[in-house]
């Protein structure tokens, strides 16, 4: 009789909910471990007036990459979560009468752009939109799903055809310079640089390649019913019924290394656990700082990349009025250069900054409102949050020149400041140790970035990683793709090198 294997995964992020329930289809035994209490890692909700919202991503989208998951644990996605389309992809200002939507449907938005922007431009868009579907489609592939890739692999593995395709993404290229390839309009240029956040990472330092989020977007945005944190749920309740162990509170205070090889991990209370296997999904600065164990440290080789962008957040019940918001915002600052040069380099909250605001009662249509509705708002801010404390002068000064910004686009938000909560890069440094507050992985900046990330497989026998901050990055859709990839990495492993029963210590699973 095989032994049944035990595995250990730390965290229940996306990456990690994900891998214990492939884990467990595989026939492993898996227990996963927080010290939240409950499921979502970033993906986390916080009560505001006796009332909840997400306070972590908000767009969903690459919703086949669900749909297979749940395929692969025989049931369907939609059994699970109910999901709306989003017509509106975003609705952007930079000034009380400068304002465009960005619809799901290409032909609405170069519309949309001629009437804002000229006819040059929105062939721009067209011309853009088209690479950008290129750039996804050569990429998909290639490196998203690929386990371990490599500018060698990548280029091996596109053949004659594809190495042309591989050229035309103008990987060496920065994203706010390829853009100056199709618009003429600074404010375009502006819109669609703001791509690269969705790495934590500046439009002027990031590859062009993150053009393809513009595809991804344009493919489908939808809404959850019942907020972001109801994905979280699903997967956890999915791999419940498969099996999975669930301990909440519970943190892991170090990774057992003995011999080169992962044997275990000890809890903060002092018990033991033995497995076969430890997924990770914590970020990776965690473990190369060895706050999970000074053994695990040896489990990967960080690059010297920045960290990626921290933020100032707000979650606030109020009523607004003025602006007509959609369910996605952005309200730009007037000297984008700057407000990463203050991030990035100047270590601190920018002078300017850019804020998207989530409306999380509107629907679909972007319904009014007429009673107090639930604001989410962010500003990108350094990931310094482990070295500086942000003071309540600092965050009071931050926004007010973000409110300050809304309404200069026609945005009044009244609401008390009972009924407000702001977090920090501090207070992410605490959520998430060994960030500084960044929420990211490292930034992806020049076009060597991302092949620097750490892949599934660490350096330890044993131990394998998942999460935003390994390979494919950020993002719920990419955290998702890291667990499935951790989890295939392990059953590989497991088949390949079979090993004799353990015995099992006392206060263990």
């Not at 989410?376 to 942000?390: E, I, R, S």
Request: net charge neutral.
């Amino acid at each position: 009789m095989v032994e049944r294997k035990r595995v250990v995964v730390v965290g229940a992020g996306i990456g990690g909910l994900v891998s214990a329930l492939q884990l467990a289809i595989g026939g492993c035994e898996v227990t996963v471990f927080d010290k939240a209490c409950e499921p979502g890692g970033k993906m986390r909700t916080l009560e505001v007036a006796g009332r909840k919202l997400d306070v972590g991503p908000t767009v969903f989208t690459m919703r086949w990459v669900f749909e297979d998951i749940f395929a692969k644990a025989g049931t369907a996605l939609e059994s699970f979560i109910t999901l709306k389309p989003v017509d509106v992809l975003a609705r952007h200002a930079w000034s009380e009468t400068a304002r465009l939507d960005l619809f799901a449907d290409i032909a609405k938005s170069a519309d949309a752009i001629g009437k804002f922007a000229g006819a040059a431009d929105a062939r721009g868009y067209v011309a853009f939109s088209k690479r950008a579907q290129t750039t996804y489609e050569t990429l998909k592939n290639s490196y998203l799903l690929a386990a371990k890739p490599t500018p060698l692999s990548l280029t091996a593995g596109a053949g004659l055809r594809g190495f042309a395709d591989l050229w035309r993404i103008s990987p060496f290229a920065t994203l706010w310079n390829a853009l100056g390839d199709y618009f003429r309009d600074p404010r375009l240029r502006q819109l669609f640089a703001r791509y690269a956040t969705y790495c934590g990472s500046s439009p002027f330092e990031a590859p062009a390649t993150l053009m393809l989020i513009a595809h991804v977007e344009r493919d489908g945005v939808w809404m959850i019913e019942g907020g972001m944190h109801r994905l979280a749920e699903a997967l956890e309740n999915l791999a419940r019924a498969r099996g999975v162990a669930f301990r909440y509170g519970t943190a892991v205070e170090e990774i057992s290394v003995h011999g080169g090889r992962t044997t275990g991990v000890t809890l903060s209370s002092g018990e033991r656990i033995e497995c076969d296997a430890v997924v990770s999904n914590t970020d990776t600065r965690a473990l190369a700082a060895g706050l999970l164990g000074v053994g695990a440290t040896k489990a990967l080789n960080l690059s010297n990349s920045a960290p990626s962008l921290s933020a100032v957040t707000w979650a606030l019940i109020g009523k607004t009025s003025g602006f007509s918001l959609a369910r996605h915002n952005v309200f730009f600052s007037h000297d984008y250069k700057a407000e990463f040069d203050d991030i990035f380099f100047g270590k601190r909250l920018p002078g300017n900054p850019t804020v998207y605001v989530c409306a999380e009662d509107r629907d679909a249509k972007s319904a009014s409102m007429t009673e107090p509705e639930r604001i989410f708002m962010l500003v990108n801010a350094p990931a310094t949050g482990d070295a500086h404390a942000f003071d309540k002068l600092e965050i009071e000064s931050c926004a007010k020149r973000a409110f300050g910004l809304l309404q200069r686009c026609g945005l009044s938000i009244e609401f008390d400041p009972n009924m407000a909560a702001a977090t920090t890069p501090s207070d992410f440094a605490k959520l998430f140790p060994g960030t500084g507050g960044s929420l990211y992985g490292p930034a992806s900046h020049g076009w060597a970035a991302s092949f620097a990330r750490p892949t599934a497989k660490s350096h330890i026998e044993g131990l394998y990683l998942a999460g935003g901050s390994v390979h494919p990055g950020p993002g719920v859709p990419m955290a998702a793709i890291s667990g499935s990839l951790a989890a295939a990495q392990v059953l590989s492993d497991m088949r390949s090198t079979p090993r004799s029963h353990r015995m099992v210590m006392p206060g263990g699973i």
